[in-house]
C-alpha cells in the first residue's frame, strides 16, 4: 500500500472498542484494568459487559476518545499481549 492510500484520521476520534475472552471471574475488572491505564478518564457508563449465548465467553466494550494513534496501539499492544484476552475488535 503507498502512502497515498493509506487513510488519514484525525485525533482526537470517538472509537469503540470490544474485547473477548473466556469467562472466567475477573476477566472484566482484568481488562478495565488495562484499559484505564492507557485511558484513565473512562467513564464507567462507557463500559459495558456481555455474556454469550452458551455462557462461556464474556466481551467487555469501551467507548472513549482516543487522542493519538500511539495511544491506540499501546492499548493494542498490551491487550493482544495477555493469553486471556482472545479477540479485540
Excluded: W
Aim: hydrophobic share 40%.
Amino acid at each position: 500500500m503507498s502512502d497515498e492510500n493509506i487513510p488519514i484520521v484525525e485525533y482526537p476520534i470517538p472509537f469503540p472498542l470490544k474485547v473477548i475472552g473466556r469467562d472466567e471471574s475477573d476477566f472484566e475488572e482484568f481488562v478495565i484494568e488495562i484499559v484505564r491505564r492507557h485511558i484513565p478518564e473512562l467513564l464507567e457508563e462507557n463500559i459495558t459487559s456481555r455474556l454469550s449465548s452458551g455462557d462461556k465467553y464474556r466481551s467487555v466494550s469501551f467507548k472513549f476518545i482516543a487522542d493519538s494513534r500511539e495511544q491506540v496501539d499501546a492499548l493494542y499492544a498490551e491487550l493482544s499481549s495477555h493469553k486471556r484476552v482472545l479477540m479485540i475488535l
